[in-house]
């Protein structure tokens, strides 16, 4: 078994005293050729920093927390990206938690995140109410992201103003059919915006906002979808987002190809990457969620998330050849 190395171990290999590696490991600053004196000790050494350690002694973790549904929406992937960007440039690490989408395991998560001492806690489309999160007497910085909440501050997206003006642009192109609104049975309060968005579109045309929803525990079933599209001349298709979207390009252009149905207009939301690649490019909505996430962490880094307060950041409309 190894050695385990030791401050005094950096102390011979370095040249710099223990007292001012000690200070250096425990964040305060020395001068810039100390520093990389220690770093190179460290890394030749092998030394491992004891961060529990660290964290028992003092009052600060460096630690935060961010509760996302799921892994497979790359929206929550762009969440994560953007505040671990923001957390490593103040020095502090993002602990990623997955909900599910479930109240009782993000109820289980936030207890489990608290005693790790987190500075702040990011809450992205939660499923808990304001009377719940106010029973919990979180007392750090909590933000909301895509979820409006009286409570705590959040900052949303103009979803119901985004479904209308997607909508409003498809139905601009869509000749002699119909259009429709694809989600699942249990949704999130900013896709029902969305639908809401997209029902004042159809109203504001005199269509039926025809709308398709399926079970997220049994997946697509495309032959039904098929079905549906055909039976209600189905022209344009809204998709709750651009993971959606793509999936049903695929397919509904396949049918297309083999002159089962004419052209399905199709967008969604998020402009996720692959929404800029793919053939044809998806039309879509970017919800400027870098963007959002810049103004919460900002909000946890100057300490004004007290008072509560909601905050809207616009989003943009992105027209590309699936609607076209």
Wanted: proline share 2%; charged share 30%.
């Amino acid at each position: 078994m190894s050695k385990q190395v030791t401050i005094l171990d950096l102390e011979k290999k370095s040249g710099i005293s223990k007292t001012t590696i000690s200070r250096y490991l425990h964040g305060v600053k020395v001068s810039e050729d100390k520093s990389r004196r220690i770093e190179e000790a460290i890394a030749e050494c092998g030394y491992i920093r004891n961060n529990f350690a660290q964290l028992l002694r003092s009052s600060q973790s460096n630690l935060i927390a961010v509760l996302i549904p799921d892994l497979d929406n790359p929206f929550f992937l762009k969440i994560i990206k953007r505040l671990e960007e923001l957390a490593a440039e103040q020095n502090k690490t993002l602990i990623i938690k997955t909900t599910k989408r479930s109240m009782l395991t993000e109820l289980k998560t936030i207890s489990f995140v608290r005693g790790f001492m987190v500075e702040a806690l990011f809450l992205c489309r939660s499923e808990l109410d304001d009377e719940t999160l106010e029973s919990l007497k979180i007392e750090i910085p909590t933000i909301s992201l895509d979820r409006e909440f009286k409570s705590i501050t959040s900052i949303v997206s103009n979803n119901h103003q985004s479904g209308y003006d997607l909508s409003m642009h498809l139905l601009g192109h869509i000749k002699n059919g119909e259009v429709m609104f694809f989600s699942r049975m249990q949704e999130s309060s900013s896709v029902h915006e969305r639908i809401e968005g997209f029902t004042e579109a159809c109203q504001k045309h005199d269509k039926i906002a025809y709308q398709y929803k399926y079970d997220v525990d049994k997946g697509i079933d495309f032959d039904d979808l098929f079905t549906f599209v055909k039976k209600y001349n189905i022209e344009g298709i809204v998709c709750r987002n651009d993971n959606e979207a793509v999936k049903l390009l695929a397919f509904l252009s396949d049918k297309a190809n083999h002159n089962e149905i004419p052209k399905i207009k199709i967008c969604g939301f998020d402009n996720i990457g692959l929404s800029r690649h793919m053939i044809p490019k998806l039309t879509t909505v970017d919800q400027k969620i870098e963007d959002m996430c810049d103004i919460a962490f900002e909000h946890f880094m100057n300490n004004t998330c007290t008072p509560a307060r909601i905050i809207v950041q616009e989003a943009e409309l992105i027209i590309r050849e699936s609607t076209l």
